[in-house]
């Protein structure tokens, strides 16, 4: 149980498109998720926190308008990188927190997906 | 707060020996402590987990010592296999309300055959 599954796992894009990546919880409702960027040997770094229904929560440094977060329903969350820069190249990897279970602390992530922008 | 690193400490472990990965929180206030397991190229994986009001906790190879006077957490894990090898993270965080999960550097773990 509690699987979280990421779409695409790869994306290779130009500079100045945009970018969507999807986060599912599949066997599971997830009233949180979460965001994170993690760039090659350093930890993850939490961009922001989606709550189903309402605005994400950003964090410090991260531009709202620039990493658009949508949280539609209690399975699914998308993160848009709009206007892509090199910079952005990461491995962006979701996490979701089970609603009403036994613990509701515990986060489980999903697979990250590889954004390269050229 | 979060850690940043560019060079992840690394830990050599034989095959078969006990292996001991240690971490330094950060948040006096943080009552709910994970350890994951990152695999190159994949999402970090639950290890095991530990609340604040015990200070030793066994898994399954697995055993997870928290030391709140220092703010230091341990992760053991015996008999260590090839298949051990990947970065081991600790994250702290609040339980309950808003969970903001803060991660530690990351110790790179190679299993030596």
């Known amino acids: 149980g509690a699987v979280v599954s990421q779409h695409p796992s790869r994306v290779i894009c130009k500079s100045g498109t945009s970018v969507k990546i999807e986060c599912r919880s599949l066997d599971f409702q997830a009233t949180t998720m979460f965001w994170y960027r993690q760039f090659p040997k350093q930890s993850l770094m939490l961009m922001a926190t989606s709550n189903e229904g309402s605005k994400a929560t950003y964090e410090q440094g991260v531009e709202k308008d620039k990493f658009l977060i949508n949280h539609a329903s209690l399975t699914l969350s998308t993160l848009t990188v709009t206007s892509a820069h090199p910079e952005d190249s990461s491995f962006y990897i979701c996490?979701?927190?089970?609603?009403?279970?036994?613990?509701?602390?515990?986060?489980?992530f999903g697979p990250g997906t590889r954004l390269t922008v050229l | 707060g979060e850690s940043v690193g560019l060079h992840l400490p690394t830990l050599s472990v034989q095959e078969g020996d006990n292996s001991i990965i240690n971490c330094a929180y950060s948040n006096s206030a943080s009552d709910y402590f994970i350890w994951y397991k990152q695999e190159s190229g994949k999402g970090p994986q639950f290890i095991i987990d530990?609340?604040?009001?015990?200070d030793k906790r066994q898994g399954q190879r697995v055993t997870v010592l928290l030391n709140k006077t220092v703010k230091h957490l341990s992760l053991q894990i015996a008999a260590t296999q090839p298949g051990d090898s990947a970065v081991y993270f600790c994250a702290e965080n609040l339980s309950g309300g808003y969970q903001k999960v803060t991660f530690g550097t990351g110790t790179k773990l190679q299993v030596i055959p």
């Open positions: 996490s979701a927190r089970v609603y009403g279970g036994k613990n509701t602390d515990t986060q489980y």
């Open positions: 530990i609340r604040s009001n015990m």
